[in-house]
């Protein structure tokens, strides 16, 4: 039943009267399992539109009718249109000229954005780097102990000078539903890591949904107060047709400068980086893969091209 | 005869044009209902729509709104059951409610949630922080629970047997004569065999006290495709009872349960619609619906 992509592909064409010859028939056959693959990825509905459309003009051509083997062929043709789309080579963090660098963290509820801010402070410092977290969550109850006890597990000093959301705290159900001043919070950490010399600051903040628009609000104003040299969009790989929405309504809110995909140590196929590459243009940096704070690696366009079309 | 049967052919078309259908297809797709689901109720719902002749697109959208409120609305169970266990001979027991999933889909937010609704029901509750891994996890569990003034049950040390602090919270309300504990459990990614053991382990060691009245599945309303294999293996390890079915507050319409009912036959009991202690509401499939259909 749940055959590879390629292996439904190959049964498509083994059905060729005229080997070598694909007729539109054939082709439109193609590009429905391609279709079909894809929608199984969670790629998203516009995406899987506008992608199977290109494969299918490129499949009518020459290239692939005169091809040894269609199949293969048509194979290629996926698997170089979605390595191109994921885009092709990966960038660096991009390091401010005159430190610090500031890097924001952003994204959904539960995205993976606190693990993370550990997992860059670790390989930062490794890389020499001398990383401050700074804990502007205020929202989400306890995330400001978290992100201490991360700083702690990755040997990096946090900045955390309010308690954020605990039991303690003013309970956010009443009428304010905001906690504290996590915009000051930002601004305060980056003139701390500029006062005690550290060259990188990673901003941890609240998730948040595309359509809260207070709390993107608060997310484009922690942007603008702290001017950050990259704002990384913190995406689960898990997530299905909602990517495209929320890719956007961060695009928009935080103007994101790259994406990093988390719990890729997961079964999902991942097809929302395909969809969040496609509709914002942003480069997928990184990948989480996993709890612990090494779990994290530069992203592979090429690996994962292979793992939405499973083959 | 070729005359009658062309007849019957012209007769029983539909007149919705190919675009009405990509737009109901579409909906159902971008809901997250899955291609092969979602293939399958336009199959049926065109010959639905031949047989009765419907020609008005908004018609055959009414036709596909009944059919899948009759779908996810089917006759199911959908109550918690946490009424006190009486052991023949025995202490009587509190129930036991265990949360369950991967990570980050609000499993501890549910938690705190819950024991919100059952104390304002008039019901003494104990919480057991069973997640020892994530950092902060029983902090943040606690913070919930000191909010409607519930005692959570937790270990000292980060990394401490989670099955062991699950069992202490089960014989803490027992011991207290608690009507119900609450056990937060880690999250988990159902790939990881280790991991999914722990949890068969939790489910175990908690029975030996009582065994869990209710095991809540909590799924990510963003999910993708994924959210069925995540049912299918929690169900196996750990004996799911029903669906949470968070941050459906987003433009994220959780389609997934659709197969996951279907296939696993676990209702979907309750709705996570936001991050307040409030934000917590049976599953109502009327209004799934719509959320998908617009
Ligand atoms: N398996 C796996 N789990 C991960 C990964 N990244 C994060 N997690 C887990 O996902 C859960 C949520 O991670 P957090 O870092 O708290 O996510 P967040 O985006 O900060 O969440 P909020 O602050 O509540 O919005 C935790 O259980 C993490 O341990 C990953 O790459 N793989
Ligand atoms: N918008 C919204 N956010 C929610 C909802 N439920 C939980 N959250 C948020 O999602 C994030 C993760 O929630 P948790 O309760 O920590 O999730 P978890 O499953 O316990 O996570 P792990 O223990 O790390 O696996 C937090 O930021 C919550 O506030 C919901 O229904 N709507
Ligand atoms: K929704
Ligand atoms: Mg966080
Ligand atoms: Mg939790």
């Known amino acids: 039943m749940f055959n590879s992509l390629s292996d439904r592909l190959t049964q498509t064409f083994k059905n060729l009267r005229s080997r070598g010859r694909l007729s539109e028939a054939d082709i439109d056959s193609t590009v429905r399992e391609i279709r079909r693959a894809l929608l199984d990825a969670d790629v998203a509905v516009p995406v899987v539109r506008e992608f ?30 979605l390595v191109a789309i994921l885009g092709g ?21 539960g995205a993976g954005k606190t693990t993370l801010a550990g997992k860059l402070a670790l390989a930062l410092k490794e890389q020499g780097h001398t990383p401050l977290l700074v804990a502007a969550d205020l929202q989400r109850p306890n995330a400001v102990s978290q992100l201490s006890v991360v700083a702690e597990r990755a040997g990096v000093p946090v900045f955390a000078p309010h308690p954020g959301n605990t039991s303690a705290a003013d309970d956010p159900a009443a009428d304010a539903p905001l906690i504290g001043d996590p915009v000051g919070v930002a601004r305060d950490g980056v003139a701390e890591a500029r006062t005690k010399l550290h060259d990188v600051v990673i901003v941890d903040t609240a998730g948040r949904l595309g359509i809260d628009e207070v709390l993107m609000k608060q997310a484009s104003d922690i942007r603008d107060a702290i001017m950050p040299d990259e704002v990384l969009f913190v995406i689960d790989a898990m997530i299905g047709q909602d990517a495209v929405n929320t890719a956007r309504a961060f695009a928009d809110g935080v103007d994101f400068t790259g994406v990093v995909l988390s719990k890729l140590d997961g079964d ?37 091209a292979s793992r939405i079309l499973d083959m | ?5 062309r007849l019957l052919e012209v007769l029983s078309r539909d007149s919705l044009t190919e675009d009405d259908w990509d737009e109901l297809e579409e909906d159902l797709l971008l809901a997250d209902i899955g291609a092969g ?54 202490p009587r027991v509190p ?8 990570n980050g889909t609000g499993k ?34 606690t913070t919930w629970g000191a909010r409607v003034g519930v005692e959570t049950v937790r270990s000292d040390k980060a990394g401490a047997d989670p099955a062991s602090v699950a069992f202490d919270a089960v014989a803490r309300g027992r011991d207290d004569k608690a009507d119900v504990v609450l056990v937060d459990t880690a999250g988990r990614l159902q790939n990881k065999a280790g991991l999914m053991d722990e949890l068969g ?3 175990r060691v908690t029975s030996k006290v009582a065994a869990p009245s209710e095991v809540l599945l909590v799924l990510d309303a963003t999910t993708g495709q994924n959210g069925l294999t995540q049912a299918r293996v929690f169900a196996e390890v750990a004996g799911v009872t029903g669906i949470a079915l968070t941050k459906l507050d987003g433009t994220a319409k959780g389609g997934i349960v659709v197969q996951v009912q279907r296939e696993l036959g676990v209702p979907v009991k309750l709705v996570g619609l936001g991050e307040g202690p409030d934000d917590l509401a049976p599953f109502d499939a009327a209004d799934f619906v719509d959320g998908i259909l617009g």
């Open chain 1, 52 to 81: 199977t459309g290109a494969v299918r003009e490129r499949a009518l051509s020459e290239e692939v009718s005169g091809a040894l083997n269609p199949a293969q062929q048509v194979v290629k043709i996926v698997n170089d249109e």
């Open chain 1, 89 to 109: 080579q990966t960038r660096p963090l991009n390091l401010a000229k005159t430190p610090p660098t500031v890097i924001m963290l952003a994204g959904l509820q």
């Open chain 1, 268 to 304: 999902a196929r991942g097809g929302a980086a395909l969809s969040v590459a496609k509709v914002t243009g942003r480069p997928i940096m990184f990948a989480s893969t996993g709890e612990k704070l090494t779990d994290f690696e530069v992203f592979h366009p090429d690996r994962m």
């Open chain 2, 1 to 5: 005869s070729p005359l009658g049967a």
């Open chain 2, 37 to 90: 689901p979602t293939t399958e109720l336009l199959d049926s719902l065109r010959t639905r729509v031949r047989v009765l002749g419907v020609r008005e697109p908004s018609a055959v959208r009414e036709l596909l709104r009944e059919e899948l409120v009759a779908l996810v609305g089917a006759d199911m169970d959908r109550s918690l059951h946490l009424d006190p266990v009486l052991v023949e001979d025995g």
């Open chain 2, 95 to 102: 129930a036991v409610l265990l949360v369950v999933g991967v």
């Open chain 2, 108 to 141: 501890t937010t549910t938690v705190g949630k819950l024991a919100r609704v059952l104390v304002a029901e008039g019901k003494s509750v104990v919480l057991g922080a069973a997640d020892t891994f994530r950092a902060a996890a029983a902090d943040q569990l």
């Open chain 2, 201 to 203: 382990k939790i489910v």
